[in-house]
């Protein structure tokens, strides 16, 4: 039987600043969804990448006195370094600056030249070099100088010295450029575009965030300009040599150039994994660009949101900042993982506290799981002395509510769900165990059957615990399946063996007492 294909991409990374958290919090979601669809019977494509053909960069590498390609090539193997020190198991890396990547955006470009779809034009408009992106006056606001305190843009309110008008991200005043461009008719597009939401409802995730995009598109479509005539370091426009690619055209193609071997073509996208700021682009430019040069478009977008840190914006300035890989060697992935994804949903904002991950680690890993599990190994051992093993038929069909629900919730990228049910159905088990106090029943000579199917009972409703968060901290997992006499379970999982392991009758194996893998943390 051949395997479905699954593809999933990262958001855009910048090139210009080393992955902090809200960064590994995206690709996190997308490397816990790769590593479930590679264990269902999916043969699984994860692209993740740097954007390096942007005038931040230019301005970067200048600063620090560098040519600009040595400067993205250090900052490559930096971006690479943090996801390889996550264990973020990606099997593509591409960097917009490939030469395959060049190739193919010329190619659609004059694709869609071709198609009638660009246009060239004289223009004056205001730039946010920050953005990457071309702003209007009512996506600005006023900001006081003196205080860095920003306000709407209205008529009673004047220009000063000290009051300018910024870009609400970056609170940087835009530059005024004028300049010939070339533009994509993204006017064109907008029935196209409206009909392909109709017959695809679950495009974007959330719903709530599709119903803006929708909104925008009914409202009115402007066409964008596609093209720079100030920087010769991007790709140059196949029709016009003196024009390079503006970032967003040239950078959202690297989703196609990663399935460029066509012996194993992954396109369409299965799931864009994007942040809600570049939702607009993801959702409407990029299907249009892909229509104008007959490419598919991709299944589905799912939208992260923001969050804050003590319930602070993420900033340089407020030194909030955080390093995913100081605060995985400070505590671990493992905390880093559960609480970014069990604390907030996906397409919530949310808030990361740093006492409250660590308190939540300890109640959901350290104690929780780990309590179940070395109550079930003592005892074992100190039930069956000769051969440590548990065998039994016995199954409580509660459990197979828990595999169903955990199934829909992965199928439908709710990951907080899937780790909340993982959790709810361990504190169940807990009262199991409390109920039927096994500590108590192990002293009885006549209860030795019974001790060894509860016991059984239990260490098989962890398995499948295990066997569902497995995505989450694959290395634990697999190591408590090999304490168990459990030994070929990461061969089986990456030949797609998964159904036959939740379905299979187990017997367990356990020789010796362990050493905590999930160890508290202090406060």
Not at 408 to 435: G, I, P, R
Request: aromatic share 18%; charged share 25%.
């Amino acid at each position: 039987m051949q395997n479905d294909k699954f593809f999933i991409t990262t958001p855009i990374y910048y090139t210009n600043g080393i992955p902090h958290i809200w960064h590994s919090y995206s690709s996190i979601i997308a490397d816990s969804i790769a590593r479930y669809e590679k264990i269902n019977w999916k043969k699984t494509k994860f692209s993740t990448w740097v954007d390096e053909n942007s005038q931040k960069a230019v301005q970067k590498a200048g600063e620090q006195g560098m040519e600009i390609m040595p400067y993205l090539d250090m900052m490559a193997a930096k971006h690479k370094a943090v996801w390889d020190w996550l264990k973020i198991e990606y099997t593509d890396f591409i960097r917009t600056t490939e030469e395959r990547h060049h190739k193919l955006v010329r190619e659609v470009l004059q694709k869609s030249w071709d198609n009638w779809d660009i246009y060239e034009w004289v223009y004056e408009w205001m730039y946010c070099v920050w953005c990457e992106a071309f702003k209007k006056e009512e996506d600005l606001v006023y900001m006081n100088k003196t205080t860095k305190k920003t306000f709407p843009i209205t008529k009673e309110v004047e220009l000063t010295d000290n009051i300018i008008k910024v870009c609400p991200d970056h609170l940087v005043e835009p530059q005024k450029l004028k300049e010939k461009n070339y533009f994509f008719r993204l006017s064109k597009y907008g029935d196209f575009l409206l009909n392909h939401y109709k017959k695809n409802p679950n495009f974007v995730i959330p719903q709530d965030r599709f119903n803006e995009v929708i909104a925008f598109v009914e409202r009115w479509l402007e066409d964008f300009s596609i093209s720079r005539e100030t920087n010769k370091f991007w790709i140059h426009l196949p029709f016009d040599e003196e024009q390079v690619a503006y970032v967003w055209y040239d950078a959202l193609f690297n989703y196609v150039t990663v399935c460029q071997n066509w012996q194993e073509d992954f396109w369409p996208a299965d799931l864009h994994v994007v942040w809600k700021d570049i939702i607009r682009f993801h959702a409407i430019y990029w299907p249009a660009m892909l229509a104008s040069a007959w490419y598919e478009l991709p299944k589905q977008i799912l939208t992260t949101w923001f969050f804050t840190v003590n319930w602070q914006k993420i900033s340089k300035s407020l030194g909030n900042v955080i390093d995913p890989v100081e605060f995985s060697e400070k505590y671990s992935k493992d905390l880093l993982t559960l609480y970014l994804l069990s604390s907030f949903n996906i397409w919530q904002d949310g808030d990361f506290d740093e006492k409250q991950a660590i308190l939540t680690y300890n109640a959901k890993l350290a104690n929780n799981l780990w309590n179940l599990v070395n109550r079930v190994v003592v005892l074992s051992l100190k039930l069956q002395k000769e051969s440590g093993k548990l065998k039994s038929v016995i199954w409580d069909a509660k459990a197979d509510d828990f595999i169903n629900k955990t199934k829909l919730y992965f199928k439908n990228y709710n990951l907080k769900w899937v780790l909340d049910e993982s959790f709810s159905f361990l504190d169940k088990l807990n009262d199991f165990t409390t109920q039927k106090e096994p500590w108590q029943m192990i002293k009885d000579d006549l209860k030795q059957d019974e001790t060894r199917e509860v016991l059984y009972t239990i260490a098989e409703w962890l398995r499948q615990v295990w066997l569902a968060l497995y995505p989450f901290f694959p290395e634990k997992m697999l190591e408590m399946f090999v304490k168990l006499g459990l030994q070929n379970y990461k061969e089986r999982l990456e030949n797609w063996e998964l159904q036959a392991l939740i379905t299979e009758t187990t017997v367990f194996e356990i020789k010796e007492k362990w050493k905590p893998l999930f160890s508290r943390f202090e406060v």
